[in-house]
């Protein structure tokens, strides 16, 4: 929570100029416009949002597409075969080496200091390591900034647990026996034994189980993708999950629970939103997704008829060695680039302008609590969201508020005016405490994960030999090919490429860390 304490720190700063608000900063005498392809989730609504008041406070002009949350890289690929937007919103590293490789971004660099001078402010010299493309040297991305702990977890039917009378599990066996008894034994309850998943999602997070700290996008919820297949060794090397020394027993273990039906069998296709949809269906007992959901999905079953229904977050299921481990989030959220389109029309200084704003007091005021009077009151100088806008983050959300899918700063102290609603703990709602616990329980339990580093073979086949090593792993899982053919086929793949990332991985991770 250290890292959460200082950026609080440094908001009491920014707090003291809310009262009086501070002087708009960088207003354009004339429009700006600009188009900007960014994402959009359930609660979001394109007519429910904040551009209306970027525009008005710095004169702008943004022609907006909102994209679903499912299949927004495929989304953002389509967009290089028409007129580029002029800014787009990409959701983690691969995407932009993807921009990179295509000579379809425009490199940031030597702008940020001189037009982003506000977001600057919030990023140090060890940050700053992070948002190099290391290959080339360049910083090609505006990120989101956020420094609130992980918002993560494991999660499990208690309500389940009680129906079969089981205690929770404290080893690696005694979740694989559980998983077994949701498998067999009519957790849910319907009188059919057959229609539970034990465990439903993506398979990644068991890595941790394994002390292979994976990389991850910074909010962690992805499919089986590249996002996942890089880390640093138990010998401190940068390489991809296969080469570490714990990685084929891990393997040997995932085909053993896929073939014993304690794992989802769409766990190299589920997206978040569809295994959303099944925890709030009552067809499964353990998963890995944000800590809201604990609360949502109880909440969901509850008002379906299924009165005793309880999702609690967990502690990281331990693996067969007792690891228990999760990814710290990264300071840096979403990113944003400005593409060749833009710099072709002559926009991307103003739009560096507009992102200055956005970092100022006044754009983290707006973004993170709103219009006063509307979203929240000043009380004793310090904002303060009204009831109805702090009830959830899907009211939150609803009001167009952070996290917005524009990269901005996103502060603790709205996290936790919603996260609590403004009430005592001793007073919040059961579900309420549910998703509160869910949060601040892992925080003994964060590790840092491997970055993904955008070197010239990671762009050039992130989306080919990449891809196919994410593939060969699922099949295996599967059953559709034998772990000795998994790793036949990847030193083909090693040999035909993916070795020339293993190694230019290294050499620039070495010079990340100054080695």
Known sequence: MKKVLSLSLALLVLFSCFGAMAEKQGHFPETVEFSYLTQMWEPFSAENNLVSEYEKAMNVKMDVEWAPVDNYSTRVLTSLAGDLPDAIMLRNVSDVATLVDQGAVVPLTDLLNEYCPNLMRFISEEDLAYLYNVGDGEIY?????????????????????????????????????????????????????????????????????????????????????????FCVDENGNYTLIFEHGKYRDYLTEMV????????????????????????NSNSCGLAFTQAEQVQLSTDSLRSGGVESATWVGIAPVPGPDGVQALFARSKFGFYTVLTTGAEEKGKVIDILKFFNWMYSDEGIMLNNYGVEGVTYNMVDGKPVMLDNVRESFNTYRGCGMNFQPISSLWTVDAYVQVLTNGTPYEELPETRKLFYDAFYLNDPYFVTSAPILQTEAYIENANTLLAEAAQLQAQCIAGLITIDEFYSRYESLKASGLQDVIDQGTAAYAQMMNE
């Open 141 to 229: 991305v505006i990120p989101a900034v956020t420094d609130i702990p992980n918002i993560n977890t494991w999660t499990v039917r208690q309500d389940w647990l009680d129906n079969l009378g089981m205690e929770m599990p404290t080893d690696w066996e005694g979740w694989k026996n559980l998983l077994r008894a949701f498998r067999d034994q009519d957790a849910n309850g319907n009188g059919d034994p057959k229609d539970e998943i034990p465990y439903a999602g993506e398979l990644w997070p068991f890595l941790y189980s394994y002390g292979i700290f994976a990389s991850s996008t910074n909010n962690g919820i992805s499919a089986s993708t590249t996002d996942s297949l």
């Open 256 to 279: 053993e629970m896929y073939k014993e039906g304690l794992i989802d069998p769409e766990f190299a296709t589920r997206e978040e939103t569809e295994k959303r949809k099944v925890m």
